[in-house]
């Protein structure tokens, strides 16, 4: 289990870490949660002016500073927990996105019986689809594909 003084070294840490990138942070915020197996999550909340170069194409470098990152704080606390950096709140309008994206075409199979199939999409982004759309009983989700051309098929139930 993390304490105060972890959650405390973590942000620090965070805030030398992207420093020497010379990435001009505005704001980092920090909050503690647990995952349905008691696992700790790490929330760690980043503004900034200019985030488009630390979020990447397809928020690809965001993900790569992230796995970065949690090895850095895993080995210099010496304990294991899971990190979610956001910054300027990307990962939350994406999940947004993929959401209201997923209940839109799902109405648009279930209307109209034809399958949809979405652009290929990273295992984060189609496990969000596949969750907001896992309740409905008139349409299934299937991932297809292999690699970076993974996508989801949206069929009519």
Known sequence: MLEQKDI??????????????TAE?????????LT?????????Y???NDPQI????QGQTLFEIQRLLR????????????LNLDINDYKKKKIEYLKDLAKELADQVSLNKQEKVL????????????????QRTDVITESQGDGFDRHIVIKPR
Do not use: C, W
């Not at 942070?25 to 949660?33: A, F, H």
């Open 71 to 82: 090895t850095i704080l895993n080995k210099k606390l010496q304990k294991v927990f899971y």
């Open 25 to 33: 942070i505005l704001n980092v915020e920090t909050s503690l949660s």
């Open 36 to 44: 349905d197996t008691n696992s700790d999550v790490v929330d760690l």
């Open 8 to 21: 405390d070294k973590i942000k620090k840490t965070a805030e030398e870490f992207f420093e020497k990138m």
């Open 54 to 57: 630390l979020i990447g194409q």
């Open 119 to 134: 652009l290929p999409m990273s295992s984060y982004e189609r496990r969000i689809v596949h969750a907001e759309l896992s």
């Open 46 to 48: 980043i503004k900034m």
